[in-house]
């Protein structure tokens, strides 16, 4: 081991690393060690494959497993299998979704208030990304994220809970509408859908800003003027130079909150009335009641996984259309 | 025109940032409120609610028990999700691209089909639903998020230092050991915190993973279906002030952290 002799040979190596060489000395010197060093490292190639072997057969099992293992039980006719009996494949589960409006309905439903939330939640976060990338120096920048990052550490239930309180009918901003004197009874917020969209906006606006940021610090200020140098206004360097350069931030910052908008289970319970049932509530439902009801759960978190990867898969193809029509 | 333009924006920060505070300073105040009875208008102050929710037994049990499943998930996070880094990063092999999309699916999966998909797998596996379950759901469901936060720190390492290593005679190992982790501590802490936080907020995972002893969250919830009372107030401003209060800490660490290492 030439290790432990260049150790000894380096005095420096006291300085920086204070106690610890004397520790590193004597794992190097360790038996077990030297073995073990001995077998991981005969070749690059077996470095490799040890290095590999954990990661695959984690994501394979673990990420990848839940996942299989659900469309599995989504195609069986029964589960848990009773022991004894043959379980049987069949599309039945998928075939129930189509069968019956109060299932399809909230699906529908979902998806589009997901598309709204996604769409409200870009429009209350594009100026304010703009703002901290633009008009900011770079000193306050870190603080104000801060401040907005602050009750992004704070959980769904809560936050849902702090909702409820400021949208109910003796909640403040009734209070606030009855002081100025702009109604005289106060306005039913809660269970509706717009309850529903401040909670699920305010849940999910960092997971939005923190892309736009992102995007929109990268962009040289330098673009902007040159285009003001050739003529342009500033609605027309908007249109035509910071959206277009900031539509991949727009892109992945749209597709995530898209797919977390649809995953809400306990906002929409909370917030949500019966005309707001969304299809969390319906899968969930399945789940609630005895066993034999999983696998058309399953089938309906496939069905609903699905219908988000697709929609989100076409607009990420339409982004990047725009992106290539927009420099060609 | 663009000192007009300048303001507009500011408000529109400033509006966010009262639409992201007013809910939770509301619900911070309505917890002192002398009355059973959330909303306004507020006529006498009182510290009962704390009092009541700080000797229940239970909510002090479960405070403890969410923060025990947040630590062991987090540990296995952060182990799972630096092994995974450190071979995707800087490495150019066979299936790494899909490696890659497998290893980000569990934080692009939505809540509730995460949920479900782990509920189902739990069962399918022989793992009852409660401690066990939620700590595996939570881990497996955090690891992409290290895995990020590392890889982003690790691509920033100069391949010299540890080419030195090498030279100076370390063997990969003790190259990895005493170059590459420390470099990554500020990255590892960093992602852990983040961990705790997504685990100890967690609610679809502990809802249905969970046995019959709730994590906060969840007993917040079940609390919440029985009406609003001025206790869970109590409860979620105790919880808020523990997560933000670990959020904000954790950001002073890392840009400490960072400023050190830039000089």
């Given amino acids: 081991m030439t290790y432990d002799a260049s150790v000894q040979k380096d005095g420096d190596d006291s300085t920086t690393s204070g106690g610890s060489r004397p520790f590193w000395g004597r794992v190097v010197n360790w038996r077990p060690y030297q073995g073990l060093v001995a077998i991981v490292t005969v070749s690059p190639r077996r470095q490799f494959f040890i290095l590999v072997a954990f990661p695959v057969l984690w994501l394979l099992t673990q990420h990848l497993g839940p996942m299989l293992q659900m469309l599995h039980v989504s195609l069986l006719d ?77 959980g769904e239930i809560v936050r849902t809970y702090a909702i409820m309180i400021l949208l109910g009918n003796t909640g403040a901003v009734n209070q606030v509408l009855k002081w100025v004197g702009l109604i005289d009874r106060p306005i039913p917020f809660m269970y509706t859908s717009f309850s529903m969209g401040v909670g699920i906006v305010y849940l999910t606006a960092l997971y939005m800003l923190l892309p736009l940021y992102s995007a929109l610090e990268k962009l040289p200020k330098s673009y902007n003027e040159a285009a003001a140098d050739l003529g342009a206004g500033a609605w027309t360097r ?29 906002t929409p319970v909370l917030l949500g009335g019966p005309s707001t049932t969304v299809f969390a509530e319906t899968i969930a439902g399945f789940f609630h009641v005895a066993g034999d009801e999983w696998p058309t ?14 929609i989100t898969g076409v607009f990420q193809r339409l982004m990047k259309a725009l992106r290539k029509g927009d420099t060609a | 025109m663009n000192r007009g333009n300048r303001v507009a924006l500011a408000c529109c920060y400033w509006a966010l940032v009262v639409y992201v505070f007013v809910p939770l300073i509301l619900m911070i105040v309505m917890g002192f409120k002398d009355s059973k009875f959330i909303g306004f208008p507020i006529q006498s102050w009182t510290l009962d609610w704390y009092a009541g929710v700080f000797s229940d037994a239970e909510v002090l049990y479960t405070f403890g028990y969410s923060v025990l499943i947040a630590v062991l998930s987090t540990l296995i996070s952060v182990i799972v999700g630096t092994w995974i880094a450190v071979l995707l990063e800087g490495r150019k092999f066979w299936g790494r691209a899909v490696m890659f999309g497998l290893m980000v699916l569990p934080a692009l999966v939505p809540g509730i089909i995460s949920a479900i998909a782990f509920r189902i797998y739990a069962r399918w596996l022989g793992i009852e639903p409660g401690i066990g379950a939620i700590i595996w759901a939570h881990a497996v469901h955090n690891v992409p998020f290290v895995s990020l936060v590392v890889m982003a720190r690790l691509s920033t390492l100069p391949k010299s230092q540890i080419e030195a290593a090498r030279d100076l005679g370390a063997d990969a190992l003790i190259a990895f050991m005493r170059v ?37 969250p969840v007993l917040i919830f079940a609390m919440l279906r029985s009406g609003m009372s001025p206790e869970i107030n109590a409860i979620a401003t105790a919880a808020l002030v523990l997560t933000a209060a670990i959020g904000i800490w954790a950001e002073r660490f890392t840009r400490q952290n960072s400023k050190e290492s830039q000089v």
């Avoid at chain 1, 759960?297 to 069905?303: L, Q, S």
């Avoid at chain 2, 470099?183 to 590892?188: D, F, S």
Wanted: hydrophobic content about 55%; proline content about 6%; glycine content about 6%.
């Fill in chain 1, 78 to 154: 029964a589960y848990p299998v009773a022991p004894g009996t043959a379980h049987t494949f069949t599309f039945d589960n998928y075939m129930r979704f189509l069968g019956d409006r109060i299932f399809w309905q909230p699906f529908f439903r979902t998806l589009t208030f997901a598309a709204v939330f996604t769409f409200c939640t870009l429009i209350i976060t594009y100026p304010v990304a703009y703002f901290l990338a633009r008009h900011v120096s770079r000193k306050n920048r870190m603080l104000m994220l801060l401040l907005l990052l602050i009750p992004f550490w704070v």
């Fill in chain 1, 238 to 266: 908007f249109r035509r130079v910071t959206l277009p350069l900031t539509l991949e931030g727009i892109s992945s910052g749209c597709t995530l909150v898209f797919l977390i908008s649809t995953g809400f289970y306990a």
């Fill in chain 2, 180 to 216: 590459t982790l420390p470099y990554l501590v500020p990255a590892i802490l960093g992602a852990s915190v983040f961990c705790l936080l997504l685990s100890f907020d967690d609610f679809v995972r502990s809802f249905f993973l969970g046995g019959y002893e709730p994590t906060l």
């Fill in chain 1, 297 to 310: 759960g399953a089938a309906f978190a496939v069905i609903m996984f699905a219908g988000a990867l697709a």
